[in-house]
Each structure stands twice: as C-alpha cells, then as structure tokens.
C-alpha cells in the first residue's frame, strides 16, 4: 500500500505540474520517445536493449498515468466494520466549517477539474446542502514544473443529503500522508440545457425529456477520527431522521 500511495503521488505531482505550457510526465514520454530513436540509429550505445528498456517504461508510465488518475493518485482502504452513527451526535452548526482535505471533481464559474487532497473546509447549510471549499495554491515541482495559473484559486464542490448513494470510512494514503477519510459516493442530476424555446415558453416536441444523471466519488481526509466522526454524524443524520419518520 505504501508504495501505491507514493508512485500515485509522483504521478499525480508529474501529471499536474507544467513546463512550457505541457505536463512534466508528458516531457518524460517524449524525452523516452527520443531516447529509443537514437539508440535505434546507433546515436547512442546499447542498441536494440536500449529501446526495449525505453519501450518498456514508457508503456510503464501511460499504465501507471491511466490506472492513477482512475483513483484520483491515491490509495483508499474501507474500514472492515461498518461504521455507525453515535446516537447522541448532533448535526454540524450551519456557521460551522471544519478544515480537512478533499478530492473529487470540483467546479468554478463553469469550469470543473480533478484535484487529489487539496486543503479545504466543509460546511452544512440550512438547507441540507452540504459545500466543500478548496484552495488551490501556487506550488512547483523539482525546479521546473509549475501548476498551471488558470487553476490557482477557489474550487468548490456542493452535494446534497439526498444525493448521498454511500458513505464508507477508512484510511487514505496519499505520498507518505496516511490519513482517516470518508469515500462518500453521490448521484448528481445534471441540469437540462436551455433552448430558444425554453427562454421564451415554447414547449420540445417529444415532451419533457428524462431528467439525466452522474455518479461521482468525493473522498475527505482529516486530521483526526474525532474530525471524521463530525462529519460522518453530519451527514448521516439525514438518513437516521428518515428512519424514525418511517417509524
């Protein structure tokens, strides 16, 4: 599981960051790429061995990218038990923000992008609707790589009680941090375009379409299981007072 976590990281920190306007791993592929041409036209020593050993990583590298980014560069392990409400827990003050970190698909002023552990803090509102506001900070990369400029600044991401599919607790590892976390999987409906017709009154042919969905997984880290447990408390209270409603 260590060093899971620790090439997740690597790639993540390869992938995110920047050199003249392309990722560092992309950078890392082409020098490999360049490398295998001049040990196949004897440029080089080491010939045929040569770009089989420069072939081989780079397919290391795409499988490594690919199956990484599947799980958001980062290991999670599920608790064997399943978690449980405590029964004295109440619901988190809607003024109330507690600092931990997120990952998952956040979204800005129309733009949505992946990011792994970013610093963040969670809310509740009135409402149900529970927020994720995340930070995205300058940051370099071995001297060279930058993260890119358009992404620096405030993300945030807004799920609601019912949208909630699963929670499960369990430990997240991320480089060398090992920290409690929650992997909460949600289902989003995802809202209709608007039309000419739709701005003006008029009515589609066909009637109302089927309203369409997305699953998303957002997992959250904490600093402590006392900090997990609010949260947890939180946002399964919803699902308890349905529960005894049905009672």
């Not at 608790?79 to 003024?95: I, K, Y």
């Not at 990952?103 to 994720?132: K, M, N, P, W």
């Not at 945030?156 to 607790?169: A, Q, V």
């Not at 959250?220 to 299981?225: K, N, V």
Request: glycine share 8%; charged share 25%.
């Amino acid at each position: 599981m260590k060093l899971a976590g620790r090439l997740y990281w690597i790639t993540y920190q390869m992938n995110r960051h920047h050199w003249m306007g392309a990722p560092l791993d992309r950078w890392g592929m082409v020098a490999l790429v360049i490398l295998a041409g001049l040990f196949a036209i004897r440029w080089l020593p080491g010939g045929t061995a040569g770009v089989i050993v420069c072939a081989t990583l780079l397919v290391v590298l795409v499988l490594l990218r690919s199956v990484a980014s599947r799980r958001f560069y980062l290991v999670f392990a599920p608790e064997s038990e399943p978690a449980r409400r405590r029964p004295d827990a109440a619901m988190m003050n809607p003024a109330d923000m507690l600092k931990l970190r997120a990952t998952g698909r956040f979204e800005v002023e129309g733009r949505s992008q992946d990011f792994t552990e970013l610093l963040a803090y969670f809310r509740s509102f009135e409402t149900r609707e529970h927020a994720v506001m995340a930070i995205c900070p300058p940051a370099s990369f071995l001297g060279i790589g930058s993260w890119p400029a358009h992404e620096i600044g405030m993300w945030y991401m807004f799920f609601k009680h019912k949208e909630i599919l699963r929670i499960d607790p369990g430990e997240l590892e991320f480089g060398s941090s090992l920290r409690p976390a929650l992997q909460i999987q949600v289902r989003r409906e995802i809202p209709p375009t608007t039309s000419p017709l739709d701005v003006w009154g008029g009515y589609r042919s066909g009637g109302r379409t089927k309203p369409k969905y997305e699953d998303a997984t957002i997992f959250l880290s904490f600093d402590s299981p006392e900090d997990r447990a609010i949260v947890f408390d939180d946002l399964t209270a919803d699902a308890v007072a349905l529960k005894q409603e049905a009672v």
